[in-house]
T-cell receptor, first 112, second 114 residues
Framework: GNSVTQMEGPVTLSEEAFLTINCTYT??????LFWYVQYPGEGLQLLLK?????DKGSNKGFEATYRKETTSFHLEKGSVQVSDSAVYFC???????????FGTGTLLAVQP | GAVVSQHPSRVICKSGTSVKIECRSL??????MFWYRQFPKQSLMLMAT?????????EQGVEKDKFLINHASLTLSTLTVTSAHPEDSSFYIC??????????FGSGTRLTVV
């Protein structure tokens, strides 16, 4: 079945640092891929998505490219802010299942 | 658009009592809703898939009799934690699917059983 693996946190960065959170997936076929963000005490919000190979999702300075050859969807941001501190979830949908499958989440802490 | 409202946001209950959590789609009809439980260190576990007008489909290892799910209308799904115990304390999140692969999430419910 489908699965998603993302790097463990916490990730601690200084403001304006470059961010990468790794995410890889396994799936039958070509799933759609997502990054969700969860701020403290809240539910999940869609950050960006990509539905086919080589698509790049982007939002609020975050980007992720659907790489079929490496089965990856790494999240990047060139310059993080304190307000980006949150938990980030990589997820996949499709293939043999019609469920949204999440990675374990990565806590990002940005220090001023 | 595609907003899901989840209530209550926080609830404290005594051990042995039942608690109901509501999930409403405010501006769309949700034929399918999902219930997740979030454990410490963030991991999200899908508990069940709720389909309007039919029985919920539970994931392996989730007790159907403890976590009762009802999806009686196109805008409301409820999760009732029956005979709650401290180990049921957790953060519960609902989600609804819209527009094919779009998912929207409620703001979550922090359940504390004392």
């Amino acid at each position: 079945g489908n699965s998603v693996t993302q790097m463990e946190g916490p990730v601690t960065l200084s403001e304006e640092a470059f961010l990468t959170i790794n995410c890889t997936y396994t799936a039958t076929g070509y799933p759609s891929l997502f990054w969700y963000v969860q701020y403290p005490g809240e539910g999940l919000q869609l950050l960006l998505k990509a539905t086919k190979a080589d698509d790049k999702g982007s939002n609020k300075g975050f980007e992720a490219t659907y790489r079929k050859e490496t089965t990856s969807f790494h999240l990047e941001k060139g310059s993080v802010q304190v307000s980006d501190s949150a938990v980030y979830f990589c997820a996949s949908y499709g293939g043999a299942t019609n469920k949204l499958i999440f990675g374990t989440g990565t806590l990002l802490a940005v220090q001023p | 658009g595609a907003v899901v409202s989840q209530h209550p946001s926080r609830v404290i209950c005594k051990s042995g009592t039942s608690v109901k959590i509501e999930c409403r789609s405010l501006d769309f009809q949700a034929t399918t809703m999902f219930w997740y439980r979030q454990f410490p260190k963030q991991s999200l576990m899908l508990m069940a898939t709720s389909n309007e007008g039919s029985k919920a489909t539970y994931e392996q290892g989730v007790e159907k009799d403890k976590f009762l799910i009802n999806h009686a209308s196109l805008t409301l799904s409820t999760l009732t934690v029956t005979s709650a115990h401290p180990e049921d304390s957790s953060f519960y999140i609902c989600s609804a699917r819209f527009g094919g692969i779009g998912y929207t999430f409620g703001s979550g419910t922090r359940l504390t059983v004392v």
